[in-house]
């Protein structure tokens, strides 16, 4: 291995609605970190559509990375490995990477800046279905239902509806690909992206009576080179091409040919950034050093606009309604299962926007010179005084809320669930507004339960949850979610550090392997672990606290909140049949 003395990594994180590139040290620093906006274009007509731009993102990529190195005042030549992690969000180009329209009309298919069809993008339902409906070998590999977020779906889409001679000129990454094409110009991909979002096959690959089935027969037909040669996907961190292309270098203002780690998904980058944490409790840090094999136990959870759920193993663990397993994702010979929440950050947001009482909320807000959420905190704790409870789960004790209403990712894989609340009033007020933001709390932490307790009747065995993202600077939450959940959660040094941090892991771990003249797969897994190890800050334990009460409440509240969901199945086939006659 080469020596980290005076080496720097960047690690680069696009987001849903930002990138933010940081510069890391080799012990696990961010010496400096920029972030960019960028556009996510919605149609007022179809609240289905999600769409973005890697030209804006790219360029956005290149402004974070100049930023930061200006800020740290290092020169360029010390970074030694770059590293890209992105939402799995499709990215549409022509074969030159030009990028190529998604948006249905006309336009669609032509050289256009709107070429990228975003995770939460649910047009492809149709698509979907269909694809559940082959009973194909690739729907045991995602929980037995392939959700209409990832690619194939939305591929299919595409080619059903845009003209022949414009499908067959494009290629199709998923966005963490994309960025390692558009910096090294070499089409490898990444297992975890192909694995987990494309129906690339653990251990077989891609399947051509699959394509055939659904209509993507060309793919097979071309040998695939529109969506992943074979022979051409590389485990997370492994160098890509030549590393960075003399055209991305002068972009980004980096020496040409640095190693580029094969890209992750942003989730996986978080999980790479937690779980080989050290623990601290009560500010004291505890004498343990995980290992590799203690990674089972830790489920990451990365909370922003969504939540995913991601859990390592040594052996393939199928579980329903969770994505995987996943063969290689990040470890070699090591697998991974997904759970997920399609909307968490963004439920809150709209639980408390969208509220009759918000208005009144900001002006209190202002007034005091504090956060909205600090006024929902001290308006609950007044309402717990005055109606002598002591719990905001005892202040919740009637009133239940099922979350999806954005449809459900895991474990159920339905996208037609929808949300509903049970024991509402005629309270418009600040104080119903506060109550409804602690019950979409609640929720969340009942269904975090829900996507574990079905991992570990599968056969996982999680005893932590490793939170990271936004939501892990939301106090309140993490301790709901410890004390839902029975088990401990364990917050990073930096709550929106962990994805970019992973990432950087991969820029370090393309270098070294570089260095190394390339490492022997059964040498891949300690070395990417030990990188793990030394650039993870300790993380914080969040131990389970509820008293006997609470913890009653919140039995029964996970009780009601399972039976909400087959009651909601029960309704929607009954009324299904009625309109069958």
Not at 210 to 234: A, H
């Amino acid at each position: 291995m080469g020596s980290t003395s005076e080496s720097y990594y960047i690690g680069v994180d696009v987001g849903t609605g930002s990138v933010r590139a940081a510069l890391v040290s080799a012990s696990g620093d961010i010496v400096a970190s920029s972030t960019t906006n960028t556009t996510t274009w919605r149609d007022p007509n179809d609240h289905r559509i999600f769409e973005q731009s890697t030209t804006e993102i790219w360029a956005g990529i290149c402004k974070s990375v100049r930023q930061s190195l200006a800020d740290a005042g290092v020169a360029p030549e010390k970074v030694k490995g770059i590293g890209f992690d992105a939402t799995c969000s499709l990215a549409v180009t022509d074969m030159q990477g030009q990028p190529v329209t998604v948006t249905k009309g006309d336009k669609l298919g032509d050289i256009g800046e709107r070429n990228i069809i975003l995770w939460a993008d649910h047009r492809a339902e149709e698509e979907a279905q269909l694809i559940n409906s082959t009973g194909s070998v690739v729907l045991e590999y995602v929980g037995g239902t392939m959700s209409l977020e990832m690619e194939i779906p939305k591929t299919l889409w595409l080619k059903k509806h845009m003209p022949p001679d414009r499908f067959s000129r494009c290629q199709f990454f998923d966005l963490p690909d994309f960025l390692s094409y558009r910096a090294t110009g070499s089409p490898t991909r990444s297992v975890c992206s192909l694995t987990c979002k494309c129906s690339f096959v653990p251990g077989s690959g891609w399947k051509a009576d699959f394509f055939s089935k659904i209509g993507l027969e060309e793919f097979v037909q071309n040998d695939y080179v529109q969506i992943g040669k074979p022979g051409e996907v590389l485990t997370a961190g492994l160098p890509v091409g030549n590393g960075l292309s003399k055209n991305a270098a002068e972009e980004l203002g980096l020496p040409e040919g640095i190693p580029v780690g094969s890209a992750v998904i942003d989730a996986y980058a978080g999980w790479l950034g937690t779980v080989a944490a050290r623990y601290k409790e009560n500010d004291k840090l505890l004498e343990y050093t995980p290992s590799l094999e203690d990674s089972r136990h830790r489920l990451a959870a990365v909370a922003g606009t969504s939540t995913c759920h991601i859990i390592q193993s040594p052996n393939s663990v199928f579980v329903p309604g969770v994505w995987g397993p996943y063969k290689d994702a990040v470890f070699p010979d090591w697998w991974m299962n997904e759970g997920g929440q399609s909307s968490t950050g963004q439920l809150i947001d709209f639980m408390i926007t969208t509220h009759p009482a918000y208005g009144q909320l900001k002006e209190l807000a202002e007034e005091r010179g504090v956060s909205i959420h600090e006024v929902l905190h001290d308006e609950l704790e007044r309402l717990r005084a005055e109606r002598h409870a002591d719990s905001w789960t005892e202040l919740l004790k009637n009133i239940h809320f099922y979350p999806d209403l954005h449809g459900n990712r895991s474990p159920i894989a339905d996208p037609r669930m929808r949300g509903s609340i049970t024991g509402l009033t005629l309270d418009a007020g600040l104080s119903d507004l506060a109550l409804k933001f602690a019950l979409t709390l609640e929720a969340i932490a009942l269904q975090t339960r829900h996507i574990i307790d079905t991992m570990n009747t599968a056969g996982h065995a999680v005893r932590a949850l490793h939170l990271s993202g936004g939501q892990a600077k939301n106090q309140p939450l993490m301790q709901l979610l410890a004390n839902t959940c029975r088990m401990p959660v364990v917050l990073p040094a930096s709550s929106g550090a962990a994805v970019v941090l992973g990432a950087a892991m991969l820029g370090r771990f393309a270098h070294e392997a570089h260095e190394a003249g390339g490492l022997s797969r059964e040498k891949q897994g300690g070395a990417l672990w030990h990188i793990m190890a030394e650039m993870t800050p300790p993380g914080t334990l969040v131990p389970p606290k509820a008293e006997e009460k609470e913890k009653r409440l919140l039995e029964a509240k996970y009780k009601i909140f399972r039976e909400s969901i087959d009651i909601q199945l029960r309704w929607r086939k009954e009324m299904d049949e009625a309109l069958r006659g």
